[in-house]
């Protein structure tokens, strides 16, 4: 499918970079996500959602020192968007809402913020912290709330130099299920 391709020619052609502060790429660090959301028997919609939940990153040109510049790249939002052109909301609302599980978690578990990486505690700063309990009603209120958490702890989980895992096409099958009017 001509869409699939070009998902994995934007990981071929923009995905070498670091992972924002992480000791793996863009790639790898999705791969592991994907990963690990495989593993978890998880739907093909959130497989995708996990594989594309940094898609964002890859989409704009602000390069991986963004948050070291002060900027949040609002890559959730890029992404979704992007995604929600061509995939349902299993797929396009956990990439929006991922970021949104941190900052959840950091408001609700404790051990969980302290168990942050450093890079992923500084983008949070620029994500706007810990949720305040109003901002904690909302996303409780989001459908797709579970899948966005469960995302999120297999996010944080992906950061593992050398870590073997199969390549991006072995998500295909993933993707094309969940495409729009495939899903």
């Not at 990963?35 to 739907?43: K, T």
């Not at 904690?136 to 050398?162: I, M, T, Y």
Request: aromatic share 6%; net charge negative; proline share 6%.
């Amino acid at each position: 499918m001509p869409l699939v391709d070009a998902v994995f020619r934007l990981f071929a052609e923009r995905g070498s970079g670091l992972y924002f502060g992480e000791a793996v790429t863009e790639t790898e660090h999705a791969l592991q996500t994907a990963h690990l959301a495989e593993a978890a028997d998880a739907a093909p919609a959130l497989v995708a959602a996990a594989l594309l939940h940094d898609v964002g990153h890859l989409l704009h040109s602000l390069g991986e020192d963004v948050a070291d510049r002060g900027i949040d790249g609002r890559h959730e939002d890029v992404g979704a968007a992007w995604l929600a052109r061509h995939f349902g909301p299993a797929v396009a609302d956990p990439v929006r809402l991922h970021v949104a599980a941190k900052r959840y978690l950091c408001a609700t578990e404790p051990a969980y913020l302290a168990g942050l990486s450093p890079a992923s505690r500084r983008s949070l700063e620029l994500q706007g912290g810990p949720f305040t309990d109003a901002e904690q009603a909302a996303f409780r209120a989001e459908p797709h709330r579970e899948a966005a958490l469960a995302l999120r702890r297999w996010d944080d989980a992906a950061k593992v130099p050398g870590l073997a895992v199969p390549g991006v096409e072995h998500y295909r099958p993933h993707l094309e299920a969940a495409l729009k009017g495939n899903a």
